[in-house]
């Protein structure tokens, strides 16, 4: 039977876009639920991820702890709901330990919202649902990224302080080779062999800056790629030659010559 005229029409929920859907997927698939990172005591602790949401359970009369990295300064919070919800900051510890902390509170259960933190270091975006009682004590984040830099500069740090080869005796180096050409910012210092291998030092800006190929050239001019290793800012190559080039550049390429003058059986260190 249909219903009478004079009744108001039930709210019909539109189907959503496309475009909609795609968001909503996006949305699910980036939230990390409680549990998918392990817990410290009370705490629910995440591996941190760019663009990652993180879940957080809220209830009324209790307070949730959001704390950040140790050594991070807090900008700024934006949540989408300040009416139903309060929000404060506040700091622990002193010195390099020296922690934020975001505090979370609803005002009633059923309720829900969404935070941004931003800090000098990561953008946390979080998803807040209140309960009428279970609520999380506070969470917090592992960095693994931050971790994968640390140790690289740890290895880079232990690399420049290696030597740049094993038994080499001072008294057998040869240094008469001259360095010409352009003067680019990662020209070399200078080069020298102990006559089996020549190396040819940097800049220390070599370790992170640009590293150029180095061409051997040959009696009638021609240049050829020469198998070379990278020793923190020494190139190693397994060879002695008379002159070799290193170039860099499309447009305008700078090219440094380093040529071996004659031998005056003069060695220095």
């Given at each position: ?13 539109l ?20 549990g ?26 209790q ?58 270091r ?10 009428v009682?279970t609520?999380?004590a ?5 960095y ?19 030597p ?23 020209r ?6 102990d ?18 190929p ?9 240049a ?5 290793r990278v020793?923190?800012r020494?190139?190693v ?33």
């Open positions: 039977m249909a219903a009478p005229a004079n009744l108001p029409n039930r709210r019909r929920w189907p959503l876009s496309p475009a909609a859907l795609q968001v909503v997927a996006a949305n699910r698939a980036a939230t990390q639920e409680p998918s990172g392990p817990f410290d005591n009370a705490a629910q602790v995440y591996p941190y991820s760019d663009g990652a949401l993180y879940h957080l359970y809220t209830a009324p009369g307070v949730t702890d959001i704390a950040l990295q140790p050594g991070e300064a807090l900008g700024a919070v934006a949540a989408g709901d300040t009416v139903r919800w309060v929000f404060g900051d506040t700091t622990s510890g002193a010195g390099e330990t020296k922690r934020a902390h975001v505090l979370v509170k609803p005002f009633a259960a059923g309720l829900t919202t969404n935070l941004v933190i931003t800090t000098d990561h953008v946390y975006h979080l998803s807040l649902t209140s309960t009682r609520a999380m506070a969470v917090s984040w592992t693994p990224q931050d971790q994968l830099i640390a140790l690289k500069k740890a290895s880079d740090a232990a690399t420049m302080a290696a740049v080869a094993q038994g080499l005796q001072i008294d057998q180096l040869h240094f008469n080779y001259e360095v010409s050409g352009d003067r680019p910012d990662w070399p210092l200078r080069a020298f062999d006559g089996r291998q020549t190396f040819i030092e940097f800049p220390p800006e070599l370790s992170t800056g640009v590293a150029p180095l061409f051997v050239v040959g009696a009638k001019g021609a050829e790629l020469v198998n070379y020793r923190g020494f190139y190559v397994d060879r002695l030659f008379d002159a070799a080039e290193l170039r860099f550049g499309l447009k305008h390429q700078d090219v440094v010559r380093i040529t071996r003058v004659a031998h005056t059986g003069q060695r220095r260190a």
